[in-house]
């Protein structure tokens, strides 16, 4: 079973700039996730879906983030303008479902690292 | 107070020792409680969860959550230097309060 991809792995930009990170989850799952893990932080989550609809975007800084997931499979996260505080590993996982015990059993990705300079 | 505290470590000891790594929370409505395993640029990957107080064990690996005074530990016995990782406790309150929530991670190095 393929696992949940990303892309880039790694990205640097300058303050200001845009950037756009895609995800494509385990094959079935209904439930994904994207996550920002500071350096020395666990994962905070930023959006979760459930097929392509939102299911909870309240951490989400929406004047500088944004996040769709096309015909309820791939997820693409962008910031615009990227800030310092921004760099982080911008994790995707998706997960079965969205409710109950299977909520838990959450796959992630290898993430994109994210630099702001 | 954060909701979750975890001693970011690092952590060393050496192969075949026991290992224990400790969380504490203060939310009470929490009722699910994961480890997950982070290796180096990788992903987190759930190693176990378990609901509600109680022990869990699976091969060399061993959950425990003590409800009463908010406290949740893993246990690793016999570690192998393939253990090295930095260990991530999770957890949520389930139903409409679903979202998970992680410690800081406590990172571990086995020594060979």
């Known amino acids: 079973e393929a696992g949940v991809a990303q892309s880039p792995r790694y990205k640097i930009i300058e303050k200001r700039q845009s950037v756009a990170f895609w995800c494509n989850p385990i094959s079935g799952h209904a439930t994904l996730y994207w996550y920002q893990q500071i350096l020395g932080q666990g994962p905070k989550l930023l959006i979760q879906?459930?097929?392509?609809?939102?299911?909870?975007d309240s951490q989400l800084p929406k004047d500088r983030f944004s996040a769709e997931r096309l015909k309820g499979v791939d997820s693409t996260l962008k910031i615009q303008p990227a800030k310092l505080e921004d760099s982080a590993v911008y994790l995707c996982a998706s997960s079965l479902a969205g409710s109950g015990v299977l909520l838990y059993e959450q796959y992630f990705g290898p993430g994109t690292r994210l630099t702001v300079t | 107070q954060k909701e979750v505290e975890q001693d970011p470590g690092p952590l060393s000891v050496p192969e075949g020792a026991i290992v224990s790594l400790n969380c504490t929370y203060s939310n009470s409505a929490f009722q699910y409680f994961m480890w997950y395993r982070q290796y180096s640029r990788k992903g987190p990957e759930l190693l176990m969860y378990t609901y509600s107080s109680g022990n869990k064990e699976d091969g060399r690996f061993t959950a425990q959550v003590d409800k009463s005074s908010k406290y949740i530990s893993l246990f690793i016995r016999d570690s192998q230097p393939s253990d090295s990782a930095t260990y991530l406790c999770a957890m949520s309150g389930g139903g409409s309060n679903y979202k998970l929530t992680f410690g800081k991670g406590t990172l571990l190095t086995v020594n060979p």
């Open positions: 879906f459930q097929n392509n609809g939102v299911v909870d």
